[in-house]
């Protein structure tokens, strides 16, 4: 549990890693932002390949709190996160943002819900995904705009990377509206690499290898680049190899 009072703030990392053969964790965060308080929230799970990795978060916002949630998932067999947002505070933001890499037969899958319950509340949804062999995953991402709730301003965008052809992904963005003046959007896209963009780069002098890992390159730094904090910004590229 935590309980973040009026006006404060708070930097939250958790990170799960480990080598051992098998492991299964369904752990629960319930977070509670008072008013005009702010949290940066980092998970890093990087478990070994026979881990089963389930993480339960819900978080609750009153007026003018800011929520910045941040996953990196490229480790465990199985790795699931439900993630429940309730805006029930006017002029509260919230911001969610995941990024997971997959191969072999490993399955990283998302399930988001986020809930305007006043007006004037701002929420993102920003997912992508990086899979290859014969790896899946699932983005079902939800946003609900109760009624009441004017002046909402949200967005989802959940973006895929499939490099093999036995990589697989669902993707299911989905808005709910029940309010007058909101401002909504959701997209999803699902595709390989672009091979038009593989031979430019080729064209000026990287090999196909180097072409490739420049473009996968640019997919994954478009996530962490946003990342605020520097020492946290750099850890994420150390752990999953991002080169400048």
Known sequence: YIDLGESSSITFIEQYEGNCNEHFLNGSL?????????????RIQNNSVDTINIGNIHVKQDEESHYTFNQFAYGSRLGRLNLLTDLNGKGSECFL???ALTNNGQHIDNHIITSHNAPYCTSSQNFRS????????????????GKGADKTDSNQSNKNLL?????LMNSNPQLEIYADDVK???????GSLNQDSIFYLMSRGLNYKQAKELLINGFLLDVVEKITDSEVRNLIKNLIGVKE
Do not use: P, W, Y
């Open 97 to 99: 943002n995941g990024l």
């Open 130 to 145: 990086v899979l290859q062999d014969s790896s899946s995953g699932v983005f079902n991402g939800r946003t609900i705009v």
């Open 30 to 42: 319930i977070i509670g932002l008072k008013e005009n308080s702010r949290m940066c929230h980092f």
């Open 163 to 167: 490099l093999s052809e036995g990589a």
């Open 184 to 190: 909504c959007s959701h997209g999803s896209a699902s």
